[in-house]
Protein backbone atom coordinates (compact mmCIF):
# COMPACT_ATOMS: atom_id res chain seq x y z
CA UNK A 1 0.00 0.00 0.00
CA UNK A 2 2.91 2.17 0.65
CA UNK A 3 4.82 1.78 -2.21
CA UNK A 4 1.37 1.91 -4.07
CA UNK A 5 0.74 5.64 -2.84
CA UNK A 6 4.63 6.68 -3.33
CA UNK A 7 4.32 5.44 -6.57
CA UNK A 8 1.22 7.40 -7.45
CA UNK A 9 2.49 10.45 -5.26
CA UNK A 10 5.51 10.36 -7.89
CA UNK A 11 3.26 10.29 -10.89
CA UNK A 12 1.07 13.60 -10.06
CA UNK A 13 4.72 15.43 -9.30
CA UNK A 14 5.63 14.40 -12.43
CA UNK A 15 3.02 15.43 -14.02
CA UNK A 16 3.14 19.00 -12.26
CA UNK A 17 7.30 18.83 -13.25
CA UNK A 18 5.79 18.10 -17.13
CA UNK A 19 2.69 20.76 -16.82
CA UNK A 20 5.07 23.58 -15.31
CA UNK A 21 7.66 23.16 -18.11
CA UNK A 22 4.92 23.44 -20.57
CA UNK A 23 4.22 26.90 -19.62
CA UNK A 24 7.20 28.05 -19.04
CA UNK A 25 9.32 25.93 -21.45
CA UNK A 26 10.26 27.16 -25.22
CA UNK A 27 10.66 30.29 -27.05
CA UNK A 28 6.92 30.94 -26.88
CA UNK A 29 6.69 30.95 -30.85
CA UNK A 30 3.01 29.84 -31.46
CA UNK A 31 2.27 30.33 -27.92
CA UNK A 32 -0.46 32.39 -27.03
CA UNK A 33 -0.65 33.33 -23.26
CA UNK A 34 -4.09 34.36 -21.53
CA UNK A 35 -3.93 36.09 -18.33
CA UNK A 36 -7.18 35.48 -16.39
CA UNK A 37 -10.09 32.94 -16.02
CA UNK A 38 -12.93 35.07 -15.81
CA UNK A 39 -15.53 35.97 -18.89
CA UNK A 40 -12.91 36.63 -21.20
CA UNK A 41 -10.07 34.53 -20.48
CA UNK A 42 -12.22 31.45 -19.90
CA UNK A 43 -14.40 31.65 -23.06
CA UNK A 44 -11.31 32.42 -25.08
CA UNK A 45 -9.50 29.52 -23.73
CA UNK A 46 -12.21 27.11 -24.19
CA UNK A 47 -12.81 28.67 -27.71
CA UNK A 48 -9.08 27.87 -28.55
CA UNK A 49 -9.13 24.35 -27.51
CA UNK A 50 -7.77 22.01 -30.05
CA UNK A 51 -6.10 24.76 -32.10
CA UNK A 52 -3.28 24.85 -33.82
CA UNK A 53 -1.34 26.82 -31.43
CA UNK A 54 -0.18 26.28 -28.06
CA UNK A 55 -2.55 27.80 -25.48
CA UNK A 56 -1.03 28.87 -22.29
CA UNK A 57 -3.18 30.24 -18.83
CA UNK A 58 -1.73 32.08 -15.92
CA UNK A 59 -4.43 32.86 -13.50
CA UNK A 60 -4.20 33.09 -9.28
CA UNK A 61 -7.99 31.40 -9.60
CA UNK A 62 -8.32 27.81 -11.50
CA UNK A 63 -11.56 28.59 -12.39
CA UNK A 64 -14.53 30.36 -13.91
CA UNK A 65 -17.32 32.53 -11.93
CA UNK A 66 -20.49 32.69 -13.32
CA UNK A 67 -21.07 36.00 -11.77
CA UNK A 68 -24.56 36.88 -12.80
CA UNK A 69 -25.55 34.06 -10.22
CA UNK A 70 -23.07 35.12 -7.32
CA UNK A 71 -25.79 36.96 -5.22
CA UNK A 72 -27.80 33.91 -5.18
CA UNK A 73 -25.28 31.60 -3.55
CA UNK A 74 -24.68 34.02 -0.83
CA UNK A 75 -28.21 32.82 0.80
CA UNK A 76 -28.16 29.18 -0.56
CA UNK A 77 -30.75 29.75 -3.20
CA UNK A 78 -27.68 28.20 -4.99
CA UNK A 79 -25.03 26.28 -3.67
CA UNK A 80 -21.41 27.50 -4.47
CA UNK A 81 -20.06 24.41 -6.95
CA UNK A 82 -22.80 24.80 -9.50
CA UNK A 83 -21.91 28.58 -10.43
CA UNK A 84 -18.06 27.84 -11.23
CA UNK A 85 -16.05 25.68 -14.27
CA UNK A 86 -12.32 24.71 -13.44
CA UNK A 87 -10.56 26.07 -16.24
CA UNK A 88 -8.75 22.84 -16.79
CA UNK A 89 -11.91 21.12 -18.01
CA UNK A 90 -11.95 23.47 -20.81
CA UNK A 91 -8.28 22.97 -21.73
CA UNK A 92 -6.77 20.13 -24.55
CA UNK A 93 -3.94 18.50 -23.44
CA UNK A 94 -3.00 18.80 -26.85
CA UNK A 95 -1.93 22.41 -26.57
CA UNK A 96 -3.03 23.43 -23.42
CA UNK A 97 -1.84 23.48 -19.95
CA UNK A 98 -2.63 25.78 -17.00
CA UNK A 99 -0.78 27.37 -13.89
CA UNK A 100 -1.85 28.90 -10.93
CA UNK A 101 -0.02 31.97 -10.27
CA UNK A 102 -0.30 36.16 -10.45
CA UNK A 103 1.08 37.58 -13.26
CA UNK A 104 3.51 40.73 -11.97
CA UNK A 105 4.91 42.13 -14.79
CA UNK A 106 5.72 42.33 -18.68
CA UNK A 107 8.51 42.38 -20.56
CA UNK A 108 7.39 43.58 -24.06
CA UNK A 109 11.05 43.68 -25.57
CA UNK A 110 11.45 40.29 -24.86
CA UNK A 111 8.64 39.09 -25.28
CA UNK A 112 8.45 37.68 -20.94
CA UNK A 113 5.74 37.78 -18.09
CA UNK A 114 7.10 37.59 -14.95
CA UNK A 115 4.58 35.33 -12.59
CA UNK A 116 4.06 34.47 -8.91
CA UNK A 117 3.22 31.25 -7.55
CA UNK A 118 -0.03 31.62 -5.55
CA UNK A 119 1.18 28.85 -3.35
CA UNK A 120 4.87 29.70 -2.59
CA UNK A 121 5.31 32.73 -3.70
CA UNK A 122 7.94 31.57 -6.21
CA UNK A 123 8.67 33.62 -8.96
CA UNK A 124 9.34 32.27 -12.56
CA UNK A 125 9.23 33.54 -16.04
CA UNK A 126 7.18 33.06 -19.52
CA UNK A 127 7.58 33.51 -22.92
CA UNK A 128 4.68 34.54 -25.40
CA UNK A 129 4.22 34.67 -29.06
CA UNK A 130 0.99 36.35 -28.62
CA UNK A 131 -0.39 38.03 -25.37
CA UNK A 132 -4.34 38.44 -23.80
CA UNK A 133 -4.77 40.27 -21.00
CA UNK A 134 -8.15 39.65 -19.16
CA UNK A 135 -6.76 40.18 -15.49
CA UNK A 136 -10.38 41.71 -14.60
CA UNK A 137 -11.00 44.46 -11.82
CA UNK A 138 -11.70 44.51 -8.21
CA UNK A 139 -13.94 46.08 -5.98
CA UNK A 140 -13.62 49.62 -5.75
CA UNK A 141 -13.50 51.38 -2.30
CA UNK A 142 -12.76 54.69 -3.74
CA UNK A 143 -9.66 55.49 -0.87
CA UNK A 144 -12.00 54.82 2.25
CA UNK A 145 -9.36 53.23 4.31
CA UNK A 146 -11.94 51.63 7.02
CA UNK A 147 -14.01 49.73 4.35
CA UNK A 148 -11.93 46.55 4.94
CA UNK A 149 -12.44 42.88 4.40
CA UNK A 150 -13.36 40.88 7.90
CA UNK A 151 -15.73 41.43 10.98
CA UNK A 152 -18.64 41.69 9.28
CA UNK A 153 -18.08 43.64 5.96
CA UNK A 154 -17.56 42.17 3.16
CA UNK A 155 -16.95 42.81 -0.77
CA UNK A 156 -19.61 40.60 -3.04
CA UNK A 157 -17.11 39.71 -6.03
CA UNK A 158 -15.70 36.23 -5.77
CA UNK A 159 -16.57 32.65 -3.99
CA UNK A 160 -15.23 32.88 -1.03
CA UNK A 161 -16.72 36.58 -0.60
CA UNK A 162 -20.58 34.57 -0.81
CA UNK A 163 -19.30 31.75 1.07
CA UNK A 164 -17.90 34.21 4.17
CA UNK A 165 -21.09 36.71 3.75
CA UNK A 166 -23.79 32.91 4.16
CA UNK A 167 -21.57 32.18 7.36
CA UNK A 168 -21.84 35.55 8.52
CA UNK A 169 -25.53 35.95 8.15
CA UNK A 170 -26.37 32.61 10.13
CA UNK A 171 -23.67 33.65 12.71
CA UNK A 172 -25.36 36.94 13.17
CA UNK A 173 -29.32 35.21 13.46
CA UNK A 174 -27.67 32.52 16.05
CA UNK A 175 -25.88 35.07 18.12
CA UNK A 176 -29.19 36.97 18.22
CA UNK A 177 -30.53 34.06 19.27
CA UNK A 178 -28.72 33.00 22.31
CA UNK A 179 -30.54 33.49 25.51
CA UNK A 180 -29.83 37.34 27.39
CA UNK A 181 -28.65 38.82 24.45
CA UNK A 182 -30.29 42.47 24.52
CA UNK A 183 -32.84 43.88 22.60
CA UNK A 184 -30.39 46.48 20.97
CA UNK A 185 -27.72 44.16 20.49
CA UNK A 186 -30.33 42.02 18.01
CA UNK A 187 -31.00 44.83 16.23
CA UNK A 188 -27.34 45.93 15.11
CA UNK A 189 -26.65 41.94 14.70
CA UNK A 190 -29.89 41.57 12.37
CA UNK A 191 -28.80 45.02 10.57
CA UNK A 192 -28.08 44.52 6.99
CA UNK A 193 -26.36 47.32 4.84
CA UNK A 194 -25.95 47.08 1.09
CA UNK A 195 -23.79 49.75 -0.22
CA UNK A 196 -24.13 50.27 -4.49
CA UNK A 197 -27.68 50.86 -6.73
CA UNK A 198 -26.37 48.18 -9.54
CA UNK A 199 -27.77 44.93 -10.20
CA UNK A 200 -25.21 42.71 -7.89
CA UNK A 201 -26.58 44.95 -4.87
CA UNK A 202 -30.06 44.83 -6.17
CA UNK A 203 -30.43 40.70 -6.47
CA UNK A 204 -28.32 40.51 -2.94
CA UNK A 205 -31.29 42.51 -1.54
CA UNK A 206 -33.39 40.75 -3.25
CA UNK A 207 -31.97 37.16 -2.13
CA UNK A 208 -31.68 38.42 1.42
CA UNK A 209 -35.45 39.46 1.38
CA UNK A 210 -36.73 36.31 0.28
CA UNK A 211 -34.08 34.34 2.41
CA UNK A 212 -35.54 36.20 5.50
CA UNK A 213 -39.35 36.02 4.97
CA UNK A 214 -39.67 32.19 3.44
CA UNK A 215 -36.60 30.26 5.51
CA UNK A 216 -35.61 33.10 8.48
CA UNK A 217 -39.52 33.05 9.36
CA UNK A 218 -39.56 29.41 9.90
CA UNK A 219 -36.80 28.79 11.78
CA UNK A 220 -35.69 32.15 13.70
CA UNK A 221 -39.53 33.06 14.04
CA UNK A 222 -38.53 35.21 17.30
CA UNK A 223 -35.77 37.44 15.65
CA UNK A 224 -38.12 38.73 12.70
CA UNK A 225 -39.14 41.68 14.27
CA UNK A 226 -35.45 42.72 14.88
CA UNK A 227 -34.18 42.25 11.06
CA UNK A 228 -33.47 45.65 9.16
CA UNK A 229 -32.38 45.83 5.76
CA UNK A 230 -30.70 49.10 4.22
CA UNK A 231 -29.44 49.71 0.60
CA UNK A 232 -27.18 52.85 0.01
CA UNK A 233 -26.64 53.91 -2.95
CA UNK A 234 -24.58 57.75 -3.86
CA UNK A 235 -26.39 58.39 -7.16
CA UNK A 236 -30.07 59.33 -7.88
CA UNK A 237 -31.20 56.19 -8.53
CA UNK A 238 -31.49 52.40 -8.59
CA UNK A 239 -29.86 50.49 -11.39
CA UNK A 240 -29.22 53.68 -12.92
CA UNK A 241 -28.17 51.75 -16.44
CA UNK A 242 -32.01 50.54 -16.96
CA UNK A 243 -34.83 52.33 -18.12
CA UNK A 244 -36.51 54.85 -15.99
CA UNK A 245 -39.67 52.49 -14.99
CA UNK A 246 -37.81 49.44 -14.33
CA UNK A 247 -35.77 51.82 -11.70
CA UNK A 248 -39.32 52.89 -10.32
CA UNK A 249 -40.64 49.24 -10.48
CA UNK A 250 -37.88 47.92 -8.65
CA UNK A 251 -37.49 50.60 -5.52
CA UNK A 252 -41.59 50.68 -4.93
CA UNK A 253 -41.10 47.08 -4.99
CA UNK A 254 -37.92 47.52 -2.23
CA UNK A 255 -40.30 50.07 -0.36
CA UNK A 256 -43.43 47.58 -0.11
CA UNK A 257 -41.07 45.17 1.58
CA UNK A 258 -39.96 47.28 4.27
CA UNK A 259 -36.53 47.56 2.56
CA UNK A 260 -35.06 51.30 3.49
CA UNK A 261 -33.40 52.72 -0.09
CA UNK A 262 -31.27 55.68 0.63
CA UNK A 263 -30.57 57.31 -2.54
CA UNK A 264 -27.91 60.22 -2.42
CA UNK A 265 -26.11 58.89 0.53
CA UNK A 266 -22.69 57.18 0.52
CA UNK A 267 -20.61 55.23 3.02
CA UNK A 268 -17.66 57.50 4.07
CA UNK A 269 -16.55 55.16 6.64
CA UNK A 270 -16.90 52.27 9.25
CA UNK A 271 -15.93 52.20 12.85
CA UNK A 272 -15.82 50.66 16.18
CA UNK A 273 -17.85 51.37 18.88
CA UNK A 274 -19.47 50.12 22.45
CA UNK A 275 -22.21 49.42 24.52
CA UNK A 276 -22.44 47.67 27.71
CA UNK A 277 -24.78 45.71 27.13
CA UNK A 278 -23.04 44.19 24.13
CA UNK A 279 -21.59 41.00 24.31
CA UNK A 280 -20.14 40.69 20.69
CA UNK A 281 -17.88 43.53 18.89
CA UNK A 282 -19.48 45.77 17.35
CA UNK A 283 -19.51 48.04 14.26
CA UNK A 284 -21.46 50.69 12.34
CA UNK A 285 -21.49 52.75 8.86
CA UNK A 286 -20.80 56.34 8.63
CA UNK A 287 -22.78 58.10 6.32
CA UNK A 288 -22.23 61.40 4.10
CA UNK A 289 -25.18 63.22 5.85
CA UNK A 290 -23.38 62.48 9.42
CA UNK A 291 -25.91 59.38 10.33
CA UNK A 292 -24.33 56.02 12.01
CA UNK A 293 -25.99 52.80 11.28
CA UNK A 294 -25.58 49.62 13.43
CA UNK A 295 -24.42 46.35 11.28
CA UNK A 296 -24.32 43.21 11.37
CA UNK A 297 -23.58 42.24 7.79
CA UNK A 298 -22.32 45.43 5.89
CA UNK A 299 -21.90 44.40 1.77
CA UNK A 300 -19.82 46.71 -0.30
CA UNK A 301 -20.68 46.47 -3.75
CA UNK A 302 -20.09 49.80 -5.50
CA UNK A 303 -17.67 50.79 -7.93
CA UNK A 304 -14.87 48.64 -10.46
CA UNK A 305 -11.03 49.69 -10.32
CA UNK A 306 -8.03 48.23 -12.08
CA UNK A 307 -6.15 45.28 -9.98
CA UNK A 308 -3.15 45.82 -9.05
CA UNK A 309 -0.84 44.20 -11.95
CA UNK A 310 -2.94 46.20 -14.30
CA UNK A 311 -1.90 49.91 -12.28
CA UNK A 312 1.70 48.34 -12.61
CA UNK A 313 2.28 47.66 -16.24
CA UNK A 314 3.96 50.76 -18.70
CA UNK A 315 1.62 50.21 -21.28
CA UNK A 316 -0.85 53.31 -22.58
CA UNK A 317 -3.86 53.51 -20.07
CA UNK A 318 -7.31 55.64 -19.76
CA UNK A 319 -7.36 57.93 -17.08
CA UNK A 320 -9.74 55.49 -14.85
CA UNK A 321 -6.89 52.95 -15.55
CA UNK A 322 -8.07 50.38 -18.10
CA UNK A 323 -5.41 49.22 -20.59
CA UNK A 324 -6.62 51.16 -23.91
CA UNK A 325 -7.07 49.20 -26.80
CA UNK A 326 -7.92 50.37 -30.92
CA UNK A 327 -11.47 48.84 -31.98
CA UNK A 328 -9.55 45.43 -33.08
CA UNK A 329 -8.72 44.84 -29.19
CA UNK A 330 -4.71 45.38 -30.12
CA UNK A 331 -3.07 47.09 -27.17
CA UNK A 332 -1.87 50.40 -28.39
CA UNK A 333 1.79 50.28 -29.21
CA UNK A 334 1.78 46.48 -29.46
CA UNK A 335 -0.40 45.59 -32.38
CA UNK A 336 0.89 42.61 -33.34
CA UNK A 337 1.52 40.49 -29.86
CA UNK A 338 -0.95 41.65 -27.37
CA UNK A 339 -4.86 42.35 -27.00
CA UNK A 340 -6.63 43.07 -23.86
CA UNK A 341 -10.51 42.36 -23.16
CA UNK A 342 -13.31 42.43 -20.56
CA UNK A 343 -13.01 45.19 -18.01
CA UNK A 344 -9.55 45.99 -17.57
CA UNK A 345 -9.50 47.10 -21.13
CA UNK A 346 -11.52 50.13 -23.16
CA UNK A 347 -11.52 51.02 -26.84
CA UNK A 348 -10.96 55.01 -26.78
CA UNK A 349 -13.27 55.44 -30.13
CA UNK A 350 -15.84 53.20 -28.87
CA UNK A 351 -15.91 52.32 -25.44
CA UNK A 352 -18.18 49.31 -24.05
CA UNK A 353 -19.58 48.99 -20.39
CA UNK A 354 -17.64 46.78 -18.37
CA UNK A 355 -20.30 43.71 -18.53
CA UNK A 356 -20.32 40.19 -18.69
CA UNK A 357 -21.55 40.09 -22.32
CA UNK A 358 -19.23 42.75 -23.56
CA UNK A 359 -16.30 40.28 -22.48
CA UNK A 360 -17.82 37.25 -24.05
CA UNK A 361 -18.39 38.31 -27.66
CA UNK A 362 -15.04 39.70 -27.47
CA UNK A 363 -13.56 36.13 -26.65
CA UNK A 364 -15.70 34.77 -29.48
CA UNK A 365 -14.21 37.74 -31.84
CA UNK A 366 -10.42 37.36 -30.88
CA UNK A 367 -11.06 33.54 -31.41
CA UNK A 368 -11.69 33.93 -35.06
CA UNK A 369 -8.54 35.71 -35.45
CA UNK A 370 -6.25 33.10 -33.74
CA UNK A 371 -7.92 30.53 -35.63
CA UNK A 372 -6.96 31.90 -38.51
CA UNK A 373 -10.95 32.34 -39.38
CA UNK A 374 -10.90 35.96 -40.09
CA UNK A 375 -7.81 38.45 -40.39
CA UNK A 376 -6.39 40.57 -37.21
CA UNK A 377 -7.28 43.84 -39.28
CA UNK A 378 -10.36 42.57 -41.40
CA UNK A 379 -13.01 43.45 -39.09
CA UNK A 380 -14.14 45.69 -35.99
CA UNK A 381 -15.42 44.19 -33.08
CA UNK A 382 -19.00 44.92 -32.76
CA UNK A 383 -20.74 44.73 -29.22
CA UNK A 384 -24.15 43.31 -29.83
CA UNK A 385 -26.39 44.33 -26.75
CA UNK A 386 -28.75 41.81 -25.51
CA UNK A 387 -30.11 43.98 -22.86
CA UNK A 388 -30.35 44.10 -19.11
CA UNK A 389 -31.82 42.00 -16.57
CA UNK A 390 -32.17 41.10 -13.08
CA UNK A 391 -33.92 39.21 -10.50
CA UNK A 392 -35.86 41.52 -8.20
CA UNK A 393 -37.04 38.56 -5.46
CA UNK A 394 -40.22 37.11 -4.52
CA UNK A 395 -40.08 35.31 -7.83
CA UNK A 396 -39.87 38.67 -10.44
CA UNK A 397 -37.44 39.83 -12.72
CA UNK A 398 -36.82 42.86 -14.54
CA UNK A 399 -35.66 42.90 -18.54
CA UNK A 400 -34.61 46.29 -20.32
CA UNK A 401 -34.29 45.66 -23.82
CA UNK A 402 -34.30 49.32 -25.08
CA UNK A 403 -30.67 49.24 -26.03
CA UNK A 404 -30.62 46.11 -28.00
CA UNK A 405 -28.40 45.43 -31.04
CA UNK A 406 -25.33 46.98 -31.94
CA UNK A 407 -25.25 50.81 -31.23
CA UNK A 408 -25.86 53.02 -33.94
CA UNK A 409 -26.61 49.87 -36.28
CA UNK A 410 -29.09 47.38 -36.06
CA UNK A 411 -30.65 48.63 -33.06
CA UNK A 412 -33.99 46.75 -32.50
CA UNK A 413 -36.66 47.65 -30.27
CA UNK A 414 -37.46 44.77 -27.68
CA UNK A 415 -40.45 46.04 -24.91
CA UNK A 416 -39.37 46.09 -21.67
CA UNK A 417 -40.71 43.78 -19.01
CA UNK A 418 -40.96 42.87 -15.40
CA UNK A 419 -42.21 40.39 -12.78
CA UNK A 420 -42.84 36.59 -13.51
CA UNK A 421 -42.16 36.65 -17.43
CA UNK A 422 -38.81 38.84 -16.65
CA UNK A 423 -37.61 36.07 -14.01
CA UNK A 424 -38.11 33.26 -16.38
CA UNK A 425 -36.38 34.78 -19.06
CA UNK A 426 -33.51 35.50 -16.48
CA UNK A 427 -33.56 32.30 -15.43
CA UNK A 428 -33.23 30.78 -18.72
CA UNK A 429 -30.90 32.83 -19.97
CA UNK A 430 -28.05 32.21 -17.82
CA UNK A 431 -29.00 28.57 -17.41
CA UNK A 432 -28.84 28.54 -20.87
CA UNK A 433 -25.27 29.88 -20.91
CA UNK A 434 -23.60 27.39 -18.45
CA UNK A 435 -21.06 25.32 -20.58
CA UNK A 436 -20.79 21.82 -18.76
CA UNK A 437 -24.25 19.32 -18.71
CA UNK A 438 -23.30 19.49 -14.49
CA UNK A 439 -24.31 22.96 -13.74
CA UNK A 440 -26.79 22.60 -16.51
CA UNK A 441 -28.14 20.03 -13.99
CA UNK A 442 -27.74 21.25 -10.49
CA UNK A 443 -28.81 24.78 -11.45
CA UNK A 444 -32.37 23.91 -11.71
CA UNK A 445 -32.49 21.24 -9.42
CA UNK A 446 -31.09 24.00 -6.44
CA UNK A 447 -33.92 26.17 -7.28
CA UNK A 448 -36.57 23.41 -7.19
CA UNK A 449 -34.93 22.21 -3.74
CA UNK A 450 -34.97 25.85 -2.35
CA UNK A 451 -38.82 26.40 -3.71
CA UNK A 452 -40.08 23.53 -2.60
CA UNK A 453 -37.68 22.63 0.98
CA UNK A 454 -36.30 25.87 1.26
CA UNK A 455 -32.31 27.17 2.09
CA UNK A 456 -29.85 25.50 4.24
CA UNK A 457 -29.35 27.48 7.32
CA UNK A 458 -26.01 25.23 8.26
CA UNK A 459 -22.82 27.22 9.08
CA UNK A 460 -19.54 25.39 8.12
Known amino acids: MIRRTWIAASKRSTTVSKTLEGIVGGSGQNRIIILGTGWGGYNLTRLL?????EIRVVSPSNHFLFTPLLPSTAVGTL???CIQEPIRTVLSPKNGAFVQAKARS??????????????NNEKFSVNYDKLVIAVGVKTNTFGIESITEGDGVYFLKHLYHARKIRNNIIDCFEKAAVPGTSKEERKRLLSFIVVGGGPTSCEFVSELHDFVTNDIQRHYRDMLPY????LVEAGPSLLSTFDKNLQNYTQSLFENRDINVKLGCSVTGIEEYTDETFRFPAKRAVLGDGTKLPFGTFIWSAGLAPVKFTDNLDLPKAPNGRILVDEL???KGHEDSIWALGDAAICETEPQPQLAQVARQQAIYLSKVFRGEQKADQEKFKFFNLGSMASVGEMKGIYDGSNVGVKGDTEISVPKISGFLALLMWRFAYWGRQTSIQNKFLIPMHWFKTLIFGRDISRF
Open 79 to 81: EFR
Open 49 to 53: KDCDK
Open 329 to 331: LRV
Open 227 to 230: VSVT
Open 106 to 119: IDTESKTIECESTF
